[in-house]
């Protein structure tokens, strides 16, 4: 594959806005479309134009610039099939298992719903990268606005499936805030301690705490690990009281009261 440039910058108080460049076909491909100007700033300092736009889910704040960026640069807007009806200017409808290409990037097609019902992720294996909106988020996942927590807990484990290098991205940093709920039931988990740190000075730097390898989300996040026994001894729910699904609802529940 040819060289893909990747770029990542904060839009509106704390979207992430993401530009993949395919040096070879020219191609510029943004992951959601948070706000137009940002994007723009960002196209022209690297002289690239937008063809693409993947949009993860409906929300307001990840589809606002569509409409400005359709008719600036002509681009093409793909995203889920059930929410197409609320997603400005769409142009091609997909769904999970899904699997096409722009230029030489391949890219499947996960259903994730749960903060939405429609929701999907976009997984680009030659890159090795995830593009999870706000199912996944760093140390944490979406709210249940629409779905609920058996839709997501299977979301997520759908994420959880691909390789431990995967590189995620996510919507929004939050990984400061997450780092803080994570640590309040899973206290014994050295690593997520040692992230925690990393992540604070990160943010102190002022740098971002995207992206993240999979590997290490699958160590440190709890939502990733409802189904690991030793967590749900840290909630109460141990010994074979609940399933994974039950200590899934009551971390999302926990975090909703954080």
């Not at 299977?154 to 991205?169: A, G, I, N």
């Not at 990984?175 to 102190?204: I, W, Y």
Request: hydrophobic share 40%; aromatic share 6%; net charge negative.
């Amino acid at each position: 594959m040819s060289t893909v440039e990747i770029r990542q910058f904060l839009c509106r108080t704390d979207n992430f806005g993401v530009l993949l460049h395919n040096g070879a076909s020219g191609d510029t491909i943004a992951i959601d479309a948070p706000e137009a100007a940002p994007i723009r700033a960002a196209l022209d300092a690297e002289g690239w134009s937008l063809t693409h736009i993947l949009t993860t889910h409906h929300h307001a704040d990840h589809v606002a610039g569509n409409a400005e960026l359709k008719a600036h640069y002509g681009a093409t807007i793909i995203g889920p099939q059930a929410e197409a009806d609320r997603i400005p200017g769409i142009d091609r409808r997909v769904t999970g298992g899904d699997s096409f290409s722009i230029g030489d990037i391949e890219i499947v097609v996960i259903d994730t719903p749960g903060h939405t019902l429609g929701s999907v992720s976009y997984h680009m294996p030659g890159l090795e990268c995830l593009f999870a909106g706000d199912a996944l988020f760093s140390l944490g996942c979406g709210r249940l606005l629409e779905g609920t927590a058996g839709m997501l807990w299977t979301s997520l484990q759908r994420l959880r499936s691909l390789p431990d290098d995967t590189m995620l991205y996510c919507g929004h940093e939050y990984t400061a805030s997450n780092a803080r709920f994570a640590l309040s039931v899973d206290p014994r988990n050295l690593m997520l301690h040692e992230r925690t740190t990393a992540v604070e000075r990160q943010r102190v730097a002022g740098e971002p705490t995207l992206p993240v390898s999979l590997g290490l989300e699958k160590r440190t996040n709890p939502f990733l690990r409802a189904d690991d026994a030793d967590l749900a001894v840290e909630l109460g729910m141990g010994g074979g009281r609940a399933t994974a699904e039950e200590v899934f609802a009551e971390l999302r529940s926990r975090k909703d009261r954080f």
